[in-house]
């Protein structure tokens, strides 16, 4: 199902921290959101799996604007692994996962045997089979990061919109869950701030840079040594990954918020009022770094600690 963010804005506390942000996540397709803290990243996913309301703007799903979905309707087709990874609470793995079937069943309904089914089968995907009845509060920061990617997954959404979901992950898992992502082949939107990952299993990559997109393509056209100084403040060099062929940045750790080599030319603006190539955007959108003043860089604002609620559940009131 393909999901598309139309000309949107974001404002906490009366800051603007995403600005008139376009880009499409198509059926399929894994799209991940790369930039530095406090560029927007989570406050445009929050848009997208209705915790925040826009500013201005909208958010399509299959092109029917997700404000007229009613929170349980928008809740099958929309599942959540939001970044505020919830707190301690007195319920086990296998009933956190199972919160996942709610936009499903009724009030006081209890789970049926499919339920049962697609529970287990999403605790299996991401290796949390062996202990549906240990407590929540008792899992080490990445198993609660396994077990609300799998509460995710046993909504069967169409569209995955996952933030940092390689948090706390050892390594192992961390390539477990990309594999995870790849063999699904659902639509994703993905925030990632590992970009050898976002290169790796993403599609495109949009790249925000004080809350306006600022490049978007394959990670390939994205990922240059010159857009990482512009906008990361890091030197580094783009080389091919020997096993993969994926892009693979090796940065100057002796000078991590150095400048590029002297003669090194920056990025460029795409041509007079036209999108970069290739990329879908409207104009003024693409690999040159637009970082207007109306825009405040701030640090995304998170949610108090607590399991975070389904995807189904929006957390502004209703003007």
């Known amino acids: 199902m393909r999901i598309a963010v139309e000309d949107l804005s974001v404002s906490l506390a009366g800051r603007t921290v995403v600005a008139g942000v376009?880009?499409?996540?198509?059926?399929?397709?894994i799209a991940g959101l790369v930039g530095p803290n406090g560029s927007g990243k989570s406050s445009l996913l929050r848009t997208v799996y209705r915790h925040l309301r826009p500013s201005a703007g909208?958010?399509?799903l299959a092109g029917r604007e997700l404000s007229e979905l009613s929170p349980a309707q928008s809740a099958r087709h929309i599942g959540a692994l939001p970044q505020e990874r919830g707190g301690d609470f007195e319920l086990t793995v296998r009933e956190v996962v199972a919160m996942g079937r709610t936009p499903y069943k009724r009030a006081f309904a209890k789970d049926d045997a499919e339920d049962h089914r697609l529970v287990a089968e999403a605790l299996t995907r991401v290796g949390m089979a062996h202990a549906p009845d240990r407590g929540f509060a008792q899992l080490s920061g990445g198993e609660r990061q396994r077990v609300l990617l799998a509460r995710a997954l046993a909504q069967q959404p169409d569209v995955l919109v996952l933030d940092e979901p390689t948090n706390h992950l050892d390594v192992r898992h961390?390539?477990?869950?990309?594999?995870?992502?790849?063999?699904?082949?659902?639509t994703t939107l993905v925030a990632l701030h590992d970009l050898n990952a976002a290169a790796s299993v993403c599609d495109r990559l949009h790249v925000l840079h004080r809350g306006r997109l600022v490049a978007s393509g394959e990670p390939r056209e994205v990922l240059t040594a010159e857009l990482l100084a512009e906008v990361f403040g890091v030197r580094a060099?783009?080389?091919?990954?020997?096993l993969t062929g994926d892009p693979l940045i090796a940065f100057d750790h002796r000078a991590p918020v150095g400048a590029?080599?002297?003669?090194?030319?920056g990025p460029v603006a795409p041509p007079s009022g036209r999108g970069a190539a290739g990329t879908g955007e409207p104009a003024g959108v693409g690999a040159g770094v637009i970082a207007p003043?109306?825009?405040?860089?701030?640090?995304?604002v998170t949610v108090p600690a607590g399991l975070p609620a389904p995807a189904s559940v929006e957390r502004q009131e209703v003007s």
């Open 22 to 29: 376009h880009l499409v996540a198509k059926e399929g397709e």
């Open 293 to 300: 003043p109306s825009v405040v860089p701030v640090t995304e």
């Open 58 to 60: 909208r958010v399509l």
């Open 260 to 265: 590029p080599d002297p003669g090194v030319p």
């Open 237 to 242: 060099a783009v080389i091919e990954h020997p």
């Open 174 to 186: 961390q390539v477990e869950l990309l594999a995870l992502l790849r063999e699904q082949r659902r």
